[in-house]
């Protein structure tokens, strides 16, 4: 039977170990829509070979992205956990929704700009048309919302207008998503260079907390974060490294900004700095041991993303046979 509740969709890709900037700005907040939600949360793999990946690395990074997602609270019977290569559906339909995307539109993307200056031996096609694959893996599942940190914004956009395109020359085909970013932790800074975003595939260690990384790396890494100048902790536009540590903190410990500024009166960089890091250890404690334990059973996994595909291949069937109709190709 088809779930009729409105739908939500994300994916992560398994291209490093995930961040606390993957944790606050989406993971985190994906299993509050399990209630009132049909929810498909997948494990991006087409999209991690847009840069080159060791296979053995991207194999191992899949089962540990999705132990992660088990672990940070989403229960596999209440959403669809799954693989997006499992599921032929995404490729299949990024392809026709390739035909409904300017080129012009994919040169303006960011991330594009980014990636292929940051890899600018292989600016190859798959990066280039990655957005596209995103729409096709939201649009697939008919999705209302999509629960994403605020550098996925421009790609849920650009779903957006290819929605609107189609949808003019075929009505009623596709539903228009909406990006979900959370109120805090939407976009996590660079604990070396905080006006830069915490990215996983970022080269310097320092710079990232990773999920997994244990106590004392997590405090070591936050005693090292850049400060600014001045000694005071309060929220600042000057101040784009305290700020950081602020949201951090705020979204480990559900403090407000003013609560936690009136709480470090007069306290220096130094304590703040392990106080911050002593809270993101401590919440993150649970979800480490949990990890731990779902890795250990492959075959769990392995069940998992089996159901999970299947069902996701059963949703996106619905969908890609009422596209083919529409555009005039033969459904047998
Ligand atoms: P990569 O470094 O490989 O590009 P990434 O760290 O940007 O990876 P993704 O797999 O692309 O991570 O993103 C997964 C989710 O995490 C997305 O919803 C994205 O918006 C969110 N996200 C990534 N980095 C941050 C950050 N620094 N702050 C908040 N949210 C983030
Ligand atoms: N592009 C995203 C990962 C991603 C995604 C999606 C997020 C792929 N498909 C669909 C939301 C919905 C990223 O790089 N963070």
Request: charged share 20%; with cysteine.
């Given at each position: 039977m088809l779930d009729q509740r409105p739908v939500s969709f994300s994916g992560v890709q398994p291209s490093g170990n995930l961040t606390i900037g993957n944790y606050l700005g989406a993971i985190k907040n994906f299993p509050e829509f399990s209630e009132k939600y049909k929810c498909f949360y997948c494990v991006v793999d087409q999209h991690a070979i847009t840069v080159r990946q060791v296979?053995?690395?991207?194999?191992?990074?899949?089962?540990?992205?999705?132990?992660?997602?088990?672990?940070?609270?989403?229960?596999?019977?209440?959403?669809?956990?799954?693989?997006?290569?499992?599921?032929?559906?995404?490729?299949?339909?990024?392809?026709?929704?390739?035909?409904?995307?300017?080129?012009?539109?994919?040169?303006?993307?960011t991330q594009f700009k980014d990636k292929s200056a940051r890899h600018a031996d292989n600016v190859n096609a798959g990066l280039f048309t990655y957005p596209v694959l995103m729409a096709a893996d939201i649009l697939l599942y008919q999705t209302d919302v999509v629960p994403i940190g605020s550098d996925q914004k421009q790609h849920v956009e650009l779903a957006r207008n290819i929605v609107d395109r189609f949808n003019q020359l075929y009505p009623d085909t596709f539903t228009m998503p909406e990006p979900i970013v959370p109120k805090a932790g939407a976009r996590i800074m660079s604990l070396a260079e905080p006006t830069k975003k915490m990215s996983k595939s970022d080269e310097n260690e320092n710079a990232v907390v990773r999920i997994l990384d244990d106590k004392d790396a997590i405090i070591r890494k936050f005693k090292r974060a850049v400060t600014d100048s001045g000694s005071e902790i309060r929220v600042a536009d000057d101040k784009p490294g305290v700020t950081n540590l602020i949201t951090i903190y705020s979204c480990f410990t559900g403090k407000s900004v003013e609560e936690i500024e009136r709480e470090f009166d007069g306290v220096g960089y130094g304590d703040f700095k392990i106080a911050v890091g002593q809270a993101c250890a401590e919440r993150l404690a649970p979800v480490q041991e949990e990890y731990r334990r779902l890795l250990a059973d492959k075959a769990y996994l392995e069940s998992v993303m089996k159901n999970g595909a299947d069902e996701a291949a059963y949703y996106a069937r619905k969908t890609l046979s009422k596209v083919r109709r529409k555009l005039g190709f033969v459904n047998l």
């Open positions: 296979p053995a690395e991207l194999r191992r990074r899949t089962y540990e992205t999705l132990a992660l997602y088990i672990a940070c609270g989403l229960d596999p019977q209440k959403n669809t956990l799954y693989v997006q290569s499992h599921v032929p559906a995404h490729t299949e339909l990024a392809w026709m929704l390739n035909c409904f995307t300017m080129f012009g539109e994919l040169s303006r993307m």
